[in-house]
């Protein structure tokens, strides 16, 4: 198992400062948030060279590359096709840094209020980009994540079975799992098998209303929920069954801490990375 810190938690730092802190903190490598100011399908040759020069000198691997780009489920056929080019550029860059795996984002409405049409579209165009990232031996991940079709383990195995690719899985995200109210123990681990690529890890708690900082809002099967983002085991989501399912698996994957709670990024990448080896018995 090798751990990795989500670029998006430094996302007020530079991407050279963000690779400098991930290797103080002790972190295996970086995913890579695909967006501005620290990556974009419009990055020139010579700043993803230099990324890339940073990362070696560092010793730090870019398993992944956490791209915003898709929504084909609810986009226009000319927005998917925008994705779909924004994709193609940064599969073309992923080979530049090295990253085995590309985020790509199905759409929406969440799981429970989707359509089959909504789930045709998305795989018709996921399909696309998949067969892209074959020929260079890349492979797609899909986040599970409330508020879109993928949204629980069930949700996500039914996209991936009608997209029909091997190189497409998905990422188990304990916190978003926990929004969603679908199990993210054991059977979660067990029920998405080989299908799932990578994981996430980041805690949430549920609270009677929104407004302060790391708070928000969310659509879910009760309703409109308000939620507060927190350091790990200082929340709702416990996430002690799935390190033990990690282990019983043997998963030997990837693992981005990706904190959003109210503190500065690397206190709260410090305190989640200390709280993961505990869980995992390394301390």
């Known amino acids: ?11 007020e730092h530079s991407i050279q400062e963000a690779l400098q802190l991930t290797k103080k903190l002790g972190f295996d490598g970086i995913e890579i948030a695909v967006r501005e100011p620290h990556l974009s399908a419009t990055t020139s040759a010579p700043r993803i060279k230099e990324l890339r020069s940073v990362a070696d000198d560092l010793g730090l691997e870019i398993p992944v590359l956490a791209g915003y780009m898709g929504g084909f489920s609810t986009g226009s056929d000319k927005e998917c096709e925008q994705a779909f080019s924004d994709f193609q550029r940064i599969l073309d860059i992923s080979g530049s840094l090295g990253s085995g795996m590309i985020r790509v984002g199905a759409g929406g409405p969440n799981a429970f209020l989707a359509q089959d049409y909504h789930y045709a579209k998305a795989a ?10 074959a020929k260079s031996g ?5 986040e599970i994540h409330n508020i ?13 079975d009608m997209v029909g690719e091997d190189n497409v899985g998905l990422i188990h995200d304990a916190g978003n799992m926990y929004i969603t109210d679908t199990d993210y123990g054991r059977d979660s681990v067990i029920g998405l098998g080989k299908r799932m690529f990578h994981v996430h890890v980041k805690d949430e708690k549920r609270i009677p209303e929104a407004g302060g900082p790391g708070t928000f809002v969310n659509r879910t099967k009760h309703g409109s929920e308000s939620f507060i983002q927190c350091r790990l085991g200082e929340g709702e989501a416990d996430h002690q069954p799935l390190f033990d399912a990690l282990n019983e698996t043997g998963y030997s994957g990837w693992v981005t801490l990706e904190c959003h709670a109210p503190f500065p990024a690397y206190e709260r990448l410090e305190h989640d990375l200390a709280k993961v080896k505990q869980m995992l018995g390394r301390a």
Do not use: D, N, Y
């Open 124 to 133: 018709h165009w996921l399909r696309k980009c998949a067969v892209e990232a």
């Open 148 to 160: 879109s079709l993928v949204e629980t383990v069930e949700s996500g195995l039914r996209l991936l």
């Open 138 to 142: 890349k492979s797609i991940v899909l």
């Open 1 to 11: 198992m090798k751990f990795a810190a989500f670029s998006g938690v430094l996302i």
